[in-house]
């Protein structure tokens, strides 16, 4: 699996004023059958000096496709096939890059057409750019380029392609294919408008399921890109950007490409939609497969679950080349058989329940008999109740909020579903146990547990993840009623033959990624947060085993004191 890079979420003032503006556009969206359209935003720089220049109308018109490799259940490439260019932006200008006269957008079968004015006999070109500022409801860029850790983003990197031309003396049909360029070393223009197809797809999967109107999102790909990415594609939230591998610099062909691995893409892209109309709580990190923190699996599962739906079929495929001859990963969401680890804390465990959830009916077609067929409009609209004030995100929030909002779904039934057949995917409900996550723990409380962030014995992350794992960390939530100081202990009981290096952390939810107080002194010695004065409100408390070196594993007693 991929390594999800994700960088500090927005101030939380800043998300409690979306969620609400969200939550009332979306009421208003299902009053309506799901109506309404997303706004494209402003139109782009890209063609702004287009104006007539006097000259008799013509009309410009045609069909533009562009090519990508063929992905198969045995790899990427190397037969070429070619799509429409949906909903792209076209540009009708000068031979050479002179002034431009019209600019339109494609419609869903790659078609276009546009009256222009250009002076006679004049030589016309049509460029086609990877982006949909001329579209109403889409606002999607493809570029060119390395993502920017800000959202600023430049039309200049663009993804275009010059097509054919026609002399401005009537009429006249302009049609091409964007070339992949197979072994082209620096160009092959059809990446970015394959990667803004599949986002497309995706987008308008949201749109129709919700009735809201998504921001502006942006995917980034170039030839070589790997090392600069670090070798893992990601989302960026505070760019809202997408960025995906595009090989290795000088062996392209041999190396780890994303431009055309559609289920990676559409994974990404729902990290968008859960940064720009749902809410996460991951930290983030590396992840193989292991069970991992909750809020971690949910993050990463309902990634890959929602954009399997969104492309309609259960199979997720990341091939490592683009000439078919090496292995790829893959599985599917119906029925996962890869190191699958059951319970809230398996990613795979949480994308097959939300696929499951979501095929059969006018969904995807169901081939394991699961029971539940969901639209995929309640299934979002759960997502949306996310409190970013109060809510410890993972599947059983999901659930419940699913349970409560569905005008189909009883507990019964999801109680049963997730029982099996055709599958026991090891979380109960009513949730209980375990399944109850963060803790809840009031002032007096005192609370006993165990963390542990050693390695696997054998060493083996598909069984155990040091850092991010399930065991690694527990959290707590504590609710204030009004501002009140307290005092958190945590009492380090050392297990024989383990590292005992625990820490003590006191967050928000916006403060994941940067604790609000912590304590992490060395070795055994108990931590202490406080006194402290905190406002009223839901706080989070976190042990966490230290996983630097060879790592930790301790015994603990956490107790909260009002002072």
């Given at each position: 699996m991929r390594l999800c890079l994700r960088p500090g979420p927005l101030p939380l003032p800043a998300r409690v004023a979306r969620r609400t503006a969200l939550l009332a556009a979306l009421a208003l969206a299902l009053g309506a059958c799901?109506?309404?359209?997303?706004?494209g935003g402003s139109p782009p720089p890209i063609g702004s000096g287009c104006a007539g220049a006097g000259g008799p109308p013509i009309t410009i018109s045609g069909v533009i496709q562009y090519q990508r490799l063929v992905l198969s259940p045995v790899g990427?490439?190397?037969?070429?096939?070619s799509r429409?260019?949906?909903?792209?932006?076209?540009?009708?200008?000068?031979?050479?890059?002179?002034?431009?006269?019209?600019?339109?957008?494609?419609?869903?079968?790659?078609?276009?057409?546009?009256?222009?004015?250009?002076?006679?006999?004049?030589?016309?070109?049509?460029?086609?750019?990877?982006?949909?500022?001329?579209?109403?409801?889409?606002?999607?860029?493809?570029?060119?380029?390395?993502?920017?850790?800000?959202?600023?983003?430049?039309?200049?990197n663009v993804y275009a392609h010059v097509g054919g031309t026609h002399v401005a003396d009537g009429d006249g049909v302009v049609g091409f294919?964007?070339?992949y360029n197979p072994g082209h070393p620096t160009t092959r223009p059809s990446i970015g408008f394959g990667a803004l197809d599949v986002m497309v797809t995706c987008w308008e999967g949201v749109r129709l399921a919700t009735g809201l109107a998504l921001p502006a999102v942006h995917v980034y790909t170039r030839l070589g890109n790997n090392a600069a990415l670090g070798s893992t594609s990601f989302f960026r939230p505070g760019a809202w950007a997408i960025a995906l591998l595009g090989g290795a610099a000088g062996n392209l062909d041999n190396s780890d490409t994303d431009y055309f691995d559609d289920a990676v893409i559409a994974h990404e892209f729902c990290h968008f939609v859960e940064e720009a109309i749902s809410f996460s709580q991951s930290r983030g990190g590396s992840h193989a497969g292991a069970p991992i923190e909750p809020n971690f699996a949910w993050s990463e599962g309902q990634a890959t679950g929602f954009g399997c739906l969104l492309l309609g079929t259960p199979l997720y495929r990341d091939t490592f080349t683009t000439n078919?001859?090496?292995?790829?990963?893959?599985?599917?969401?119906?029925?996962?058989?890869?190191?699958?680890?059951?319970?809230?804390?398996?990613?795979l465990t949480v994308a097959?329940?939300?696929?499951?959830?979501?095929?059969?009916?006018?969904?995807?077609?169901?081939?394991?008999?699961?029971?539940?067929?969901?639209?995929?409009?309640?299934?979002?609209?759960?997502?949306?109740?996310?409190?970013?004030?109060?809510?410890?995100?993972?599947?059983?929030?999901?659930?419940?909020?699913?349970?409560a909002l569905s005008a189909?779904?009883?507990?019964g039934q999801l109680a049963a579903f997730l029982a099996g057949p055709p599958e026991n995917q090891g979380v109960s409900y009513p949730l209980a146990g375990a399944d109850v996550w963060p803790t809840a723990i009031g002032l007096g409380d005192v609370a006993l547990g165990q963390v542990d962030s050693l390695p696997a014995n054998p060493p083996n992350l598909s069984v155990k993840d040091p850092c991010r794992g399930l065991t690694s960390s527990a959290w707590y939530h504590l609710v204030l009623p009004q501002a009140?100081?307290?005092?958190?202990?945590?009492?380090?009981q050392p297990v024989a033959g383990s590292g005992d290096n625990l820490d003590l952390f006191l967050t928000t939810n916006a403060q994941v990624f940067q604790a609000f107080a912590a304590s992490t002194n060395s070795g055994a010695t108990d931590e202490q947060i406080g006194p402290i004065t905190l406002a009223a409100g839901t706080w989070f408390i976190r042990v966490e085993a230290n996983c630097g070196g060879s790592g930790n594993k301790a015994d603990y007693v956490l107790t909260v004191v009002q002072e």
């Amino acid at each position: 699996m991929r390594l999800c890079l994700r960088p500090g979420p927005l101030p939380l003032p800043a998300r409690v004023a979306r969620r609400t503006a969200l939550l009332a556009a979306l009421a208003l969206a299902l009053g309506a059958c799901g109506g309404g359209g997303g706004g494209g935003g402003s139109p782009p720089p890209i063609g702004s000096g287009c104006a007539g220049a006097g000259g008799p109308p013509i009309t410009i018109s045609g069909v533009i496709q562009y090519q990508r490799l063929v992905l198969s259940p045995v790899g990427l490439g190397p037969a070429l096939e070619s799509r429409p260019a949906r909903f792209v932006d076209v540009e009708i200008r000068q031979q050479g890059g002179g002034p431009c006269y019209g600019i339109t957008s494609t419609d869903a079968a790659g078609a276009y057409s546009s009256v222009v004015t250009p002076p006679a006999s004049t030589v016309l070109e049509v460029v086609a750019y990877a982006k949909t500022g001329q579209d109403p409801l889409r606002d999607l860029t493809a570029h060119e380029a390395d993502p920017p850790f800000s959202n600023s983003h430049s039309d200049a990197n663009v993804y275009a392609h010059v097509g054919g031309t026609h002399v401005a003396d009537g009429d006249g049909v302009v049609g091409f294919t964007v070339p992949y360029n197979p072994g082209h070393p620096t160009t092959r223009p059809s990446i970015g408008f394959g990667a803004l197809d599949v986002m497309v797809t995706c987008w308008e999967g949201v749109r129709l399921a919700t009735g809201l109107a998504l921001p502006a999102v942006h995917v980034y790909t170039r030839l070589g890109n790997n090392a600069a990415l670090g070798s893992t594609s990601f989302f960026r939230p505070g760019a809202w950007a997408i960025a995906l591998l595009g090989g290795a610099a000088g062996n392209l062909d041999n190396s780890d490409t994303d431009y055309f691995d559609d289920a990676v893409i559409a994974h990404e892209f729902c990290h968008f939609v859960e940064e720009a109309i749902s809410f996460s709580q991951s930290r983030g990190g590396s992840h193989a497969g292991a069970p991992i923190e909750p809020n971690f699996a949910w993050s990463e599962g309902q990634a890959t679950g929602f954009g399997c739906l969104l492309l309609g079929t259960p199979l997720y495929r990341d091939t490592f080349t683009t000439n078919s001859s090496s292995p790829s990963f893959g599985f599917s969401a119906e029925n996962v058989v890869t190191p699958d680890p059951p319970g809230i804390g398996g990613e795979l465990t949480v994308a097959e329940i939300v696929w499951d959830l979501g095929d059969g009916g006018a969904g995807p077609t169901d081939t394991d008999g699961d029971g539940i067929a969901l639209p995929l409009s309640e299934l979002l609209a759960a997502t949306l109740t996310f409190d970013p004030a109060a809510d410890g995100v993972y599947l059983g929030l999901f659930l419940d909020r699913l349970v409560a909002l569905s005008a189909t779904l009883t507990a019964g039934q999801l109680a049963a579903f997730l029982a099996g057949p055709p599958e026991n995917q090891g979380v109960s409900y009513p949730l209980a146990g375990a399944d109850v996550w963060p803790t809840a723990i009031g002032l007096g409380d005192v609370a006993l547990g165990q963390v542990d962030s050693l390695p696997a014995n054998p060493p083996n992350l598909s069984v155990k993840d040091p850092c991010r794992g399930l065991t690694s960390s527990a959290w707590y939530h504590l609710v204030l009623p009004q501002a009140t100081t307290v005092r958190i202990d945590l009492d380090i009981q050392p297990v024989a033959g383990s590292g005992d290096n625990l820490d003590l952390f006191l967050t928000t939810n916006a403060q994941v990624f940067q604790a609000f107080a912590a304590s992490t002194n060395s070795g055994a010695t108990d931590e202490q947060i406080g006194p402290i004065t905190l406002a009223a409100g839901t706080w989070f408390i976190r042990v966490e085993a230290n996983c630097g070196g060879s790592g930790n594993k301790a015994d603990y007693v956490l107790t909260v004191v009002q002072e």
